[in-house]
């Protein structure tokens, strides 16, 4: 697993200043009283024992989906503002702003938890930053563990097309192609990458989840 970015945190460190470690509004946790909502509350509590396969599996059946299916701009708008937000003065405390508001909206969402960690270790908010650092690496382990990711029958297990490029960002590769294949009765995401040196090779994803939720849903 690649190390911390620290061109990002170098970047950050330079724009935020003075600004302080609770600049921004923290993380609204869901409170539908569904499954999800309730391993969220483990999570954000730092909970050794919580199942980070099962939340991200409540995600996909919760209300919280529903919610941010009918506004996908929003998450895309805070995804661009939260990439953006190192280069501009305060950076850090508008990364963390805009990562609180995308995990606000999805909990599972690696990536945001990523740049949370890293934007608060910059504020010098540690407890921040090693809670989502437990989260981070809990829902990326939930995915990695699941196979080795060099054939379709040891495909890592994604429930969101997002999760498949957050992890291979993680991994310092770059996405050239992507296709559909079936293998010994699974189906699966296989993407061909490059490496930082240029290397070709070619991750599985394990998408039997995401395949037989787009067939009910078609169905209905």
């Not at 970015?5 to 970047?11: M, T, W, Y």
């Not at 929003?74 to 953006?84: A, F, G, P, S």
């Not at 963390?96 to 995990?103: D, G, H, P, S, V």
């Not at 407890?127 to 437990?134: K, M, V, W």
Request: one cysteine or more; proline letters at 3%; glycine letters at 6%.
């Amino acid at each position: 697993m690649k190390p911390i970015c620290f061109a990002f945190v170098a970047v950050i460190a330079l724009f935020s200043g003075a600004a302080a470690a609770d600049s921004a509004p923290g993380v609204v946790l869901p409170t539908d009283g569904d499954e999800y909502s309730a391993l969220v509350a483990r999570a954000a509590a730092h909970d050794a024992t919580v199942d980070f396969r099962a939340l991200r599996l409540a995600y996909m059946k919760s209300r919280a989906i529903q919610r941010a299916e009918n506004g996908p701009d929003t998450v895309t708008q805070l995804r661009k503002e939260m990439y953006d937000a190192p280069r501009v003065p305060d950076g850090a405390a508008t990364v963390r702003q805009k990562a609180e508001a995308l995990l606000s909206i999805d909990y599972t969402n690696m990536e945001a938890h990523k740049f949370l960690r890293q934007s608060c270790a910059v504020l010098h908010d540690d407890a921040c930053s090693e809670l989502h650092h437990f989260v981070e690496f809990g829902l990326l382990t939930s995915i990695t563990q699941t196979g080795d990711g060099k054939s379709c029958a040891k495909g890592w297990e994604a429930f969101q097309v997002s999760e498949e490029y957050v992890v291979l960002r993680m991994l310092g590769m770059t996405v050239t192609r992507q296709a559909l294949v079936t293998e010994g009765g699974h189906t699966c995401d296989a993407l061909d990458v490059k490496d930082e040196n240029g290397v070709a090779s070619t991750y599985y994803f394990n998408i039997d989840v995401m395949w037989a939720a787009e067939e009910a849903l078609f169905k209905k």
